[in-house]
């Protein structure tokens, strides 16, 4: 999926963080989080249950295009800037675009977007109980809150 394929899911969400810290720190705590909460074998066994193209961690580290970890793929990687991850299973095909904006000196805001495509009946099932039980906004604020919480501490003198 190339970028403007990207641009063409229908928008989902965005939910943003500030981090006190530089945009290369954020950049550094992103990557850490996403390994980490992507990388075990809870999400390796989703990831084969719903079917994800992408089933294990591979590619460089830090995270640069044509990284992957199970149920998403590093589309592109603009260091201290833009992460686009991208993924399908059985029930959707998905974007989770990051951007890293200055908020201020020594701080960084980071939005992450969400755009997604569920098709057929089950897709359109998966993407109501996905959407409507919360699951998907909390998931996205726990990686922004631990992003944040990483970042900080490592951008603390």
């Known amino acids: ?46 990831a084969r249950l719903v079917g994800c193209a992408d089933r ?19 589309a592109s990687a603009v260091p201290g800037a833009e992460l686009v991850l991208i993924g399908r299973h059985l029930f959707s095909t998905y974007a989770l675009l990051f951007h ?25 099932l998966y993407g109501r109980l996905l959407m409507t039980t919360g699951g998907h906004a909390l998931g996205v604020r726990r990686l922004l809150t631990a992003v944040r919480r990483v970042g900080a501490t490592v951008g603390t003198p």
């Open 1 to 46: 999926m190339d970028a403007a394929a990207v641009l063409c899911l229908p928008y989902v969400d965005e939910h943003t963080t500030i981090v006190t810290a530089d945009a290369g720190v954020v950049w550094g705590a992103l990557g850490e989080v996403l390994d980490r909460s992507f990388g075990g074998g809870r999400a390796a066994a989703y």
């Open 56 to 74: 294990t961690a591979s590619g460089p580290r830090p995270l640069a295009e044509g990284s992957a970890f199970p149920g998403f793929r590093v």
């Open 100 to 124: 890293l904006d200055e908020a201020g000196p020594g701080r960084t805001r980071l939005r992450a977007e969400t755009r997604a495509r569920f098709p057929g009946p089950a897709g359109a």
